[in-house]
């Protein structure tokens, strides 16, 4: 309905000349009184038009309000009468038109005090109508209310009559009628509860009612429920009763006997048997599969009990022991066992209800396909490729009990051609038996590298590849000396060939995998054995030269393989397959180990040679023993080295490991000699014969290392010290020169000689200056050697 605008103001009804402000205070002369009065006689006019229109036009809804109002009827009568007296007299002066003039003034004031009753009237009017919306809204609650309560009292006489599930469906009605959430039991927070205690609501003992009949009847369903599935562990049983009795329940319900589907359908209804069943899964998982798969011994029967006394009627599942099977029979066995049990559970205890099997099987199949999985396919798969056909008919018993349990509608989302977790497993058979195989290969690897004694060894018998020279005249590159290896090393390279001998007889997946395998067993070496023998590596210790060895003759190893079973494994591992980048690896490792070995025997002969004081004052007996005792620890030190890698290491390491170790000594020597800065006539000659002492003991050391035999000859251990040793013959050259004059030392360095021995022009002048005094010949000698 329209709403009146606001009345116009003295200047809107009296004409004023524009640009003169009009005085309210000063009197009205008479042609503007006649005006002002014509003006509101108009204007009282068109609101008594709207006004009539108004009400015309809601004439029924303002009766209705009116009417329905409680308590306020004859009022409201009495109102619709003089309405409608008003609305005939609005009429009428309608009629006599809207622009007759009144020039009297009383009839202004008549018109005027109407005009007030009339808009006093509209407001009562809507008053009115308001009160009357509200009563209605009022009895429409109280109406919704006793309904409500009216419902909750009729499913409560349902459930105490026995009709569960017109009482659990009418439950979940209500529950929605009064806004409750779907997992909602009572429970209410404590700004609700202050609220509550506040303010009474009417719905609040709706729902505190609801809660009540709620916790009764899933309370009755579920003592129901556990009386009719019993699962007794101790006997091995499984007992459904389909009808179950309740002529002596204490709960109030008047039901003689109900069945197991009314049981299931109720909960359904009430939202809690998903929860139940969950539950339900769990302990038939726990006390009826595991045991099935654990022990293939049980045997499933399934029967009927009846009692003798009620003539009441129960489905027994039972498992009993029966005669052992071991092979695919035996699992397939197994299978018909799950195939049965899940039978009696869609038959018996799901009463053939689809969506109550599929809700059970989401419980139940994701940790049965697990267990299977676990317990018995993966076991099964082969660790030999021969064995992988024999497999092959256990992965086909497994897919038809996969698929008989998908058409029960056991297994979610069953998809027939694709299969579900059984199937997928054993269709990637051969990943799973590379995936086995690798990590066997690996563990004995580790077992290998980590058990066995790196102190025994065993020769690699022959030269590895042919020694024989090509067109060019070349070494070739297969080659390799004989030497010593360790049983860790040496079973280890035999588990990686035959890896790589299953792959070139495998599937190019399995290949692919068993390459891998043998490329990490390899790379396990570098990882454990510097640290299972880290021990001896910090001693002069046989096991140094071992593990040496073993580096470079698994780097060489490694360099053959690509000849030896590239050509015969699957494309795809031919186009991937390499061992080379590990050769660098082993060398670099074999290299660390033998020079870090070399270094702690340079550190024991230092050590010895320091107690020879710097080889002073020898013309002394004490001190010329004491460095003669160094030498002589020198040779203990080599000699025991020797001994150790004789047997070991190649020759030609031997000897080239050798001639460093020689070669450390004699420079010692040669910087002991040469840092004199005074020699005696007799301390010349001890020192000669220290040094010539020194020669001939290192001398058939370096010729045993080179091979020689038992008694090399003189020339043959010189020639094998020259070649091994740079400084050994300037060590020799200086034993003669301390047996030399001043002349022919001069003489000899401008002959070229002590240059080719190694000598530099400063050391012979400081050699001369410490054996010979300061004279005319020797300032002469010395000018020439500095001069040439």
Known sequence: MGVLAAGPSLQELVSFTPGVELDESAPLSASDLHTLLDRIESRSEEIKDRVHKTVTKNYRQFLSIIS????????VEAVARDLKSILDALGERREEGVGGQRQDGGGTEARLSFDLEICQLAADAEKLRRDGEEREQAIAVVQAIAELHETLQSTEREFLDGRLIEASGALCELRESLGLPADWTGDRDDQKAREHQEKINPYTFLQDAW??????????????????????????????????PC????SGVDIVEVELWTILAAMDNVGMLNMRLAKLGDILFKGVLEPILHDMQIEVVIGELVSSTSQQRKAVLSWRSHEYQSDIAGQKDVYSKLIKVFSFFRTNLLVENDQWVQCLGHIIWPRLAEAIITKQLRKSVPNDIAELAEFQKLANVTAEFEACLGSTGLIPDWDETKGDRLSKFSSDVEVHFALKKKKHVLAKAHYLLVQNDYTKFESNNEEIGTKDSDENGDMSLLWAEKCAITYPAKQLLELMHKTLQDACMSTPQIAMELYH???????????IVPVMVAGQLDSVHQVTALCHNDCFHIAHQLLLLKFQYCGALPSN????????????LFRRLGCDILEGHLHLIKLNLMEALNHANGFQFTDQKKHFDTANSALHQMMIVLTRVLKIWQPLLAVSLCELAMGKLVEAVVGRLVKEVLAFEDISVEECGKLRKLMLLALESLSPLLGSASGEGDGPDVTQSRDAAEKLVPSWRKLARLTDLLDMSLRPITQSWESGDLTSCGFSSDEVQKLIKAIFSDTPLRTECLARISSH
């Open 68 to 75: 329905g109002a409680n308590g306020t009827v004859a009022d």
């Open 211 to 244: 809660v009540i009949c709620y916790s009764k009847l899933i309370s009755f369903l579920e003592d129901l429920f556990l009386q009719s599935v019993v699962l007794d562990e101790s006997a091995c049983e499984l007992r459904v009763t389909p009808c179950l």
């Open 247 to 250: 002529g002596d329940s204490d």
């Open 517 to 527: 395998a043998a490329r990490d067993a390899i790379l396990l070496y570098r990882s």
């Open 573 to 584: 591992v031919q186009e991937v397959f390499t061992f080379v980048d590990l050769v660098p």
